[in-house]
């Protein structure tokens, strides 16, 4: 089966960076995602990693490991309107299923 | 760009009742999704849809049914609501499947419907 697991809650001060971990298992691994969710709101896509590496996207970068079973969300620039969950979401060949991790809360902070 | 609408935001039923949650996609995607989000639990995945007519259970489908009649229109059904399905149920839709590596598969949500069982 597929486990994820990501930090319940985290902490930053605005204008900083954080960096939002998420560790996997899986066989065949497809992809992963992140999304932003607001509270009471729907979840939107982020980012988007098939293949090693970094991938950036304004203020937002994504990067992930497949050999390690890793990825993590980078924020730069933190403002006020980055306080959302954050949830990690993997993909594995051969289904149609998203998987999705219980999420981690940012609270930024003035 | 791709809109998904849930029929409530907010409902209150009562224990036993037979509950609808609507869902309605406007860009011809292929696959359909009904989530339940929990505190501490994150996204489960309920039931999912590839096709019309086509439907398969996801990790927690007990107490849940579904119908996909028309490509756009996919609905949850609690043919009797017990208190512990008190939870904020997300729809979801995706041109393709989780498992195709093109990209598009991004998953597009639904606000939500928060449903209170007393």
């Known amino acids: 089966g597929q486990n994820i697991d990501q930090p319940t809650e985290m902490t930053a001060t605005e204008g900083a960076i954080v960096q939002i971990n998420c560790t996997y298992q899986?066989?065949?691994?497809?992809?992963l995602f992140w999304y932003q969710q607001h509270a009471g709101e729907a979840p939107t896509f982020l980012s988007y990693n098939v293949l090693d590496g970094l991938e950036e996207k304004g203020r937002f970068s994504s990067f992930l490991s497949r050999s390690k079973g890793y990825s993590y969300l980078l924020l730069k620039e933190l403002q006020m309107k980055d306080s959302a969950s954050y949830l990690c979401?993997?993909?594995?060949?051969?289904?149609?299923?998203?998987?999705f991790g219980t999420g981690t809360r940012l609270k930024v902070l003035a | 760009d791709v809109k998904v609408t849930q029929s409530s935001r907010y409902l209150v039923k009562r224990t036993g009742e037979k509950v609808f949650l609507e869902c309605v996609q406007d860009?011809?995607?292929?696959?359909m999704f009904w989530y339940r989000q929990d505190p501490g639990l994150g996204l489960r995945l309920i039931y999912f849809s590839y096709d019309v007519k086509m439907k398969e259970k996801g990790d927690i489908p007990e107490g849940y049914s579904v119908s996909r009649e028309k490509k756009e229109r996919f609905s949850l059904i609690l043919e009797s609501a017990s208190t512990n399905q008190t939870s904020m149920y997300l729809c979801a839709s995706s041109l393709l499947g989780g498992g195709d590596p093109s990209g598009a598969n991004v998953l597009t949500f639904g606000a939500g419907s928060r449903l209170t069982v007393l």
């Open positions: 979401d993997l993909t594995t060949s051969g289904t149609y299923k998203y998987i």
């Open positions: 860009m011809d995607h292929e696959n």
């Open positions: 899986t066989s065949g691994f497809n992809g």
